[in-house]
Every structure is written in C-alpha cells, then in structure tokens.
C-alpha cells in the first residue's frame, strides 16, 4: 500500500480522496472560495473496474500526458494513488494511479481517469 501523504475533499456528503497535500492556507482557500474542506488522511487502496468500452491509460494524471495503452470495459485493476486535476474547461476530474502488478507497460507509472470507471475500495 502506497504511504503518501493524503487529502480528503469534501462536498456536503461527497468524499475524494487524493494524494495532493495542502498547507493551512491553500485549506483555506479551497473552503472559503470552492466551499471544499480538505482533510488529512493516510491508506488509499482501491479496485476500478472500466464501465466504458475503451480507458486511455496515461503516463501522468491528466490528459495532457501521453497515451501509453488502453483498457478495454469490465478491466480491473489496483488503484493506489490519486490527484485531483482539472480539464481543459477547468472541471476537477480525479485520476488514479494503476498498481504495478496491474499495469500494462514497463512505464514507471500509470494513470486512468476514475470519472469512466466504477470504484470499490477507499478512493470515494
């Protein structure tokens, strides 16, 4: 299990967790100007399972990071790390970090876009 330190970002009873950290006044900022409170935590571990016919798997958490494989629909696999990134129409989207036994290239890491996945475990 990966021991980063961790966020938790809440939104009335909506709950995302990512591997970002945030000092007291960046706290600060995402509650008073998104109404966000963020939280510290520890221990993120968790399975998607890709609810859409093909995934890009990504050499970074965003979508300005190159394409390196794909998974294809009902694909499971390890979620060990999060990041909470924006789009290009600044929309947040949270991206997970694939488990080295479940990747699918010798690349050093790989991401997928959890807002096309189903999530069991501790991520949401």
């Known amino acids: 299990m990966n021991n980063n330190f961790r966020s938790r970002l809440k939104i009335g009873n909506i709950s995302i967790d990512c591997t970002q950290s945030f000092t007291k006044s960046q706290k600060e900022h995402w509650k008073d100007y998104f109404g966000i409170s963020v939280e510290d935590i520890t221990d993120i571990e968790a399975i ?56 699918k290239t010798n690349r050093k890491q790989e991401w997928i876009c959890l807002e096309y996945c189903e999530i069991t475990g501790d991520v949401i």
């Open 48 to 103: 998607a399972i890709v609810k859409t016919h093909w995934l890009n798997v990504r050499s970074g958490a965003g979508t300005n990071y190159t394409k390196i494989s794909n998974l294809k629909y009902k694909d499971k696999v390890k979620i060990i790390e999060t990041k909470l990134n924006f789009d290009s129409d600044y929309r947040p989207q949270l991206w997970g970090r694939i488990a080295e036994e479940d990747k």
